[in-house]
């Protein structure tokens, strides 16, 4: 089963980017579909980009539509998701998840937070 680790999050001012990556370890991760979802404080965990196993297939939500940008390197088993002019309401906790078939693993979040 594929575990996933979080790292790039970070404080950053309104305006600017930062780029999260998810490293996976274990086998299968290109037959995953990937996600990353947020949860920011006192609200339910949303959806913000999606992508298929193969990477031709992407989601946005539209909060983050034309921001954020997700990517995947299967070879380095690893997913990406590169954010730029960041708002304060973008400030959660990331999460990264994989899903295949009726497996679904997540990893422990990394913090992103935006200052105005």
């Known amino acids: 089963q594929v575990q996933l680790v979080e790292s790039g999050g970070g404080l950053v001012q309104a305006g600017g980017s930062l780029r999260l990556s998810c490293a996976a370890s274990g086998r299968s991760f290109s037959s995953y579909a990937m996600a990353w979802l947020r949860q920011a404080p006192g609200k339910e965990r949303e959806l913000a980009a999606a992508?298929?196993?193969?990477?031709?297939?992407?989601y946005y939500a539209d909060s983050v539509k034309g921001r954020f940008t997700i990517s995947r390197d299967n070879a380095k088993t690893t997913v990406y998701l590169e954010m730029n002019n960041l708002k304060p309401e973008d400030t959660a906790v990331y999460y990264c998840?994989?899903?295949?078939?009726?497996?679904?693993?997540w990893g422990q979040g990394t913090q992103v937070t935006v200052s105005s």
């Open positions: 992508i298929s196993w193969s990477g031709a297939n992407t």
């Open positions: 998840t994989g899903t295949y078939g009726s497996v679904q693993v």
